[in-house]
């Protein structure tokens, strides 16, 4: 049976390690092929070799600046020849501490990293889907912070809360050129941000306090996050756009 992105073509940011990871493999499983956008090439280029021959390609880039995105795009289509799905997974969090302790520059690195590439791609990828005449789709990456601020580390949920905000604008913008965006919502995951977000140091009993605030007892994992991602970019949720979806356990609940 077909998967369900067979014959589609993505490209997937910080998809080398964490959730992104999670989703290039849930996308190749289903059918996709993708290319692997991350600053560091050695995990991207680990995780593709691990897959499908002819499934991944890597393209190494920074994606707050304008000039990568256009390389990227212009490498997908020379490899795959098409795009059809855009995943902006890749972000950064600050270590958590007092907000008005927080560097200026890791406020910017907030920005840059986390909002940025959203601009960027509208003026590249929807460009091009546009002048192409392709039904696009686009998936965000925002945080269950973006509706449920926490102490600590304001500056990453700001950030986030534009993610989320655009990702509702830009749907409502974009719907008459039937290009779709959508985002998912993650609590604290299984990745390299639980240092971060516990104040820099993992230990059981940090963690214990966030999972006390999640009604299933767990944080989310690179397969939640790509289970749900590909859902978003299927024909399945093909009248789905504007969603932010909550992958927390219950944690907005509370």
């Known amino acids: 049976m077909p998967g369900r992105l067979d014959a589609k073509v993505a490209i997937v940011t910080g998809g080398g390690s964490g959730f992104g990871a999670g989703i290039v493999r849930k996308f190749v499983e289903e059918g996709a092929r993708v290319l692997i956008w991350d600053i560091a090439p050695a995990p991207a280029s680990t995780l593709s070799a691990s897959l499908s021959p002819g499934s991944t390609a890597v393209f190494t880039g920074d994606v707050s600046r304008h000039e990568y995105w256009t390389a990227a795009l212009e490498s997908c289509v020379q490899t795959f020849g098409t795009l059809d799905i855009l995943v902006n997974n890749a972000g950064v969090v600050h270590v958590a501490g007092p907000s008005h302790e927080v560097d200026e520059d890791e406020a910017d690195r ?115 996050i790509g289970a749900a991602v590909c859902y978003l970019a299927s024909a399945e949720a093909g009248l789905l756009t504007g969603v932010c979806l909550d992958i927390d356990g219950g944690r907005s609940l509370l």
Do not use: F
């Open 110 to 224: 907030m920005w840059r990293v986390n909002v940025k590439p959203l601009l960027h791609s509208a003026r590249v990828v929807v460009s091009h889907w546009i002048d192409k005449g392709i039904k696009g789709v686009v998936v965000n990456l925002s945080s269950v912070s973006a509706i449920r601020p926490r102490p600590r580390l304001v500056w990453y949920a700001a950030s986030k809360g534009a993610v989320t905000t655009a990702t509702r604008g830009l749907a409502a913008e974009y719907a008459e050129h039937g290009i779709r965006y959508n985002c998912v919502q993650p609590v604290l995951g299984e990745t390299a941000m639980v240092a971060p977000v516990l104040g820099g140091i993992d230990t059981p009993e940090g963690r214990a306090i966030p999972l006390a605030g999640i009604p299933l007892g767990r944080l989310s994992t690179p397969e939640d």
